[in-house]
């Protein structure tokens, strides 16, 4: 079954469950009553604070869902760009030192957890800052799907502190780095949850770099890993 598509109705009635209780005890529900890791979280995130749809709701509902399935990825659109905005406003601000980038990103990789797994793929555009030598900030916005299900996917917003290691080479080129911070999960509803992942930037001219990385998000102890495999373009 693939929840959050305009058929898709949760029988959270099985076996004597009721699952519209609090999003952790949602989620061991529908685990226990056979959905896997993925469709765990589209659910959650797709049912707001019931967290699943009654058998048998009206046609209206299901076309004020879609509508607003369809808003929240204008959304997600809309602040990728903001974000990729401002971080090209943050890294003119110092031509001679930059101390801030913007990246864009790809990635492809998989959910991970309660014994099955599920491909995704990633797109996602943010900036950082350093505040003091290699320590930074940054945030970004992307969107996380099932290739089984492109549209099914749902929106993530992390803001991070990070550890840059300027030092790493000789040239500067090479800067590794890690990261960690919080993540939210939203589609018509929203969960938090946290991020955390590493990798390195590799300045080839002065103002663009190749980034390669690896990003896992969580949501809670009863929802599946999404790790992914990112490489995209920095720019200063």
């Known amino acids: 079954m693939l929840v959050g598509s305009s058929t898709a109705i949760i029988p959270f009635h099985l076996t004597g469950h009721f699952c519209a209780v609090g999003f952790f005890d949602r989620a061991k529900c529908l685990q226990s009553i056979g959905y896997g890791p993925a469709e765990v979280v589209r659910v959650l995130l797709n049912g707001g604070s019931r967290g699943a749809r009654l058998i048998g709701e009206s046609s209206a509902a299901e076309f004020k869902s879609n509508e607003k399935e369809k808003n929240m990825r204008r959304i997600i659109i809309g602040l990728i760009f903001l974000t990729l905005a401002h971080a090209v406003a943050l890294a003119q601000t ?4 930059p101390r801030g980038w913007g990246y864009f990103v790809g990635g492809v990789g998989a959910t991970a957890g309660n014994g099955s797994s599920t491909a995704t793929f990633q797109v996602a555009g943010g900036g950082e800052g350093l505040l003091y030598k290699g320590l930074g900030l940054g945030a970004e916005v992307g969107y996380l799907a099932p290739f089984e299900g492109p549209g099914e996917g749902f929106g993530i917003l992390s803001v991070n502190p990070s550890y840059h290691f300027r030092n790493a080479s000789s040239s500067g080129r090479v800067v590794p780095f890690v990261t ?44 599946p ?12």
């Open 180 to 223: 960690g911070g919080f993540s939210l999960g939203f589609r018509s509803g929203t969960a938090g949850g946290g991020n955390f992942g590493g990798g390195v930037q590799y300045w080839m001219k002065d103002h663009v770099g190749l980034r390669v990385e690896f990003r896992d998000h969580i949501f809670s102890s009863d929802t």
């Open 225 to 236: 890993h999404f790790f992914q495999f990112r490489v995209g373009l920095s720019f200063r």
């Open 94 to 97: 110092s031509s001679s030192s």
